[in-house]
């Protein structure tokens, strides 16, 4: 929850207002709960009677917004209530391909160049009229074309920039495949958020006998350009790091990227060790379920995969098959995307919430007070170790 002595004595930039675009509708209400009950929960008289505090405690900051298409996969952007004035915060998540419209009698599912044109439908249906535009894209659009390799688009900065250039102040992203991309836009608030904390919180209320020390855990970095991430998360928890080379095939290309020819560990014995594989994506997931067999060969103990974004682009069924064979035991993501309903069946799967985090960061930034409290991860995952270290008994939601 956020630090309610801290909100109270600093002014909102201006009154608030939520607008989740369809692609992010279910989260866009979650949020909005928790922002109801933290500004209900404010006990300072003077918030509630100061003029400059106006709208500031309500029953719904939700903005009801349409974007509908035409016959011929057109759309438009329309906001049914005004804006004039208003801190807004844009919500989309680009990667939820359960949205569907017709195109001449036929049937498309959005894709992420569908649900970045209504981002910035949105974005021109203001028209100037509020009082900033801040945008939450947990998944960074064309993140994964960050960089120019001979003839090639940059898609993900010219993407930036392009919203820079049409009034946005901040942009709020999560696990960005390289943030170094935020070059593109020096002058404007570029902050990306990491979920380490709420995996460890996850997997701590999901397993009761997890012995965190060098002795019995180590985290796994899938290939080279996680190993930032695995040593992060291995040096809060205090235990050992390694890591998987991809060696790949650089004379051929298969849907658009060159096939992995096998994958090489380097690290310590991990021999009757836990094991945690943590990555930015899911893709497919081909590459870390070849990850976790390689492991368990290598007499892993128990292997839990923890991603920020789980796409599963091609299904559920090899996941499956790769815990029937006892490849993985645990699967960790967050449902900043768009989870396929079929993964709430799997015994394999464990969701963290992030819009409690998300409400918080709203708060804050809406304040345009420090966000080193949402930053302070290291001392939350040491907290919540103690506690379970010590077999006490703690609320892990």
């Known amino acids: 929850m956020p630090n309610l002595h801290e909100l109270e004595n600093a002014m909102p930039v201006a009154p608030l207002k939520i607008v989740a675009l369809p692609s992010a509708r279910e989260m866009g209400l979650r949020i909005n709960e928790y922002m109801v009950q933290f500004r209900k929960s404010i006990r300072n008289d003077k918030v509630k009677k100061d003029p400059a505090f106006h709208d500031y405690i309500v029953n719904n900051y939700l903005v009801d917004v349409d974007t509908p298409r035409f016959g011929s996969g057109e759309g438009k952007a329309s906001f049914r209530e005004s804006i004039r004035g208003k801190d807004l915060f844009l919500l989309v998540d680009v990667c939820n391909h359960s949205i569907t419209y017709n195109i001449n009698g036929y049937t498309n599912h959005m894709s992420p160049d569908d649900h970045y044109q209504d981002l910035k439908r949105v974005i021109a249906a203001c028209n100037g009229k509020a009082h900033r535009i801040n945008v939450i894209m947990p998944f960074l659009y ?41 070059n593109a836009i020096p002058l404007n608030g570029f902050d990306n958020f990491t979920p380490p904390y709420q995996f460890i919180k996850a997997l701590l209320n999901s397993e009761d006998d997890l012995l965190v020390d060098k002795d019995h855990l180590i985290v796994i970095s899938p290939d080279e350009g996680a190993l930032d991430r695995a040593i992060y998360f291995a040096s809060v928890l205090g235990v050992d790091t ?47 379920l070849d990850t976790a067999n390689q492991l368990k060969k290598m007499n892993a103990r128990r292997v839990f995969i923890c991603s920020t974004f789980g796409l599963f682009t091609d299904g559920l069924k090899e996941f499956d098959e790769a815990y029937e064979k006892g490849y993985f035991d645990k699967v960790v993501t967050t449902n900043l995307t768009y989870l396929l309903p079929e993964l709430y069946t799997r015994p394999y799967f464990i969701e963290t919430d992030m819009s409690k985090f998300i409400a918080s960061l709203i708060d804050f930034m809406n304040h345009d007070a420090s966000l080193t409290n949402t930053l302070a991860t290291t001392e939350k995952i040491h907290g919540i170790l103690e506690a379970y270290n010590n077999r006490i008994e703690i609320d892990l939601t």
């Not at 010219?158 to 390289?178: C, K, P, Q, V, W």
């Not at 890591?243 to 991990?270: C, Q, W």
């Open 242 to 288: 390694g890591m998987f080379y991809k060696r790949r095939d650089y004379s051929t290309m298969i849907n658009g990227k060159n096939p992995i020819v096998a994958h090489e560990f380097l690290g310590d014995n991990i021999d009757g060790k836990d094991v945690i594989i943590i990555d930015d994506i899911i893709s497919s997931g081909q590459s870390m």
């Open 142 to 182: 064309e993140g994964r074309q960050h960089k120019r390799n001979s003839r090639e688009s940059l898609d993900c900065a010219y993407a930036l920039a392009e919203l820079r250039d049409m009034g946005i102040s901040n942009f709020i992203t999560f696990d960005a495949h390289d943030p170094r991309v935020q």
